[in-house]
């Protein structure tokens, strides 16, 4: 919960500051791996030429819950073509996300930003937040929330838009 504090303020002097809009280029990261990443760290920059959904999120988000399975189907159905997915964990505490990801079990890249500093960079204001990135390594879509009959749809249609499928 110090993240949404410290985001509070964050927010008032980064308003003006366009480090996360759609068409400016991904802020660039690199995260400690909680699991399935091939290295202990996760770096964006590994996925330039992928369009890939990184996913903001926590273990006591009730969205965030719903989602992993479904990015979990859309990972697999367009990994293929060049889709993936990055999650990054918001909780202080990773016992916490262990124990979200035992329940939950996915596949993609989960990593671990604690201190929130990448989602201040990227201007997380809630979570589930995603930002869907093009193969330039530009924000092409954000979403911000999770509904299982809207947001899947609109999620689908970006990064396919975006594979150029």
Known sequence: MKFFAALASSLLISMSVSAADVGT??????????????????????????????????????????????????RTKYKSKGFEVIAINMDEDLANANEFLKKIPVTFPVGTDPKGTIAQTYRVQGLPTAYIIDRQGAIGHVITGFNEKTELDTIEAAATKLLGN
């Open 25 to 74: 280029p991904a802020p660039a990261f690199t995260v400690d791996a909680l699991k399935n990443a091939t290295a202990a760290k996760i770096n964006l920059a590994d996925y330039k030429g992928k369009v890939v959904y990184v996913d903001f999120w926590a273990s006591w988000c009730g969205p965030c819950k719903r989602s992993f399975p479904k990015l979990e189907e859309l």
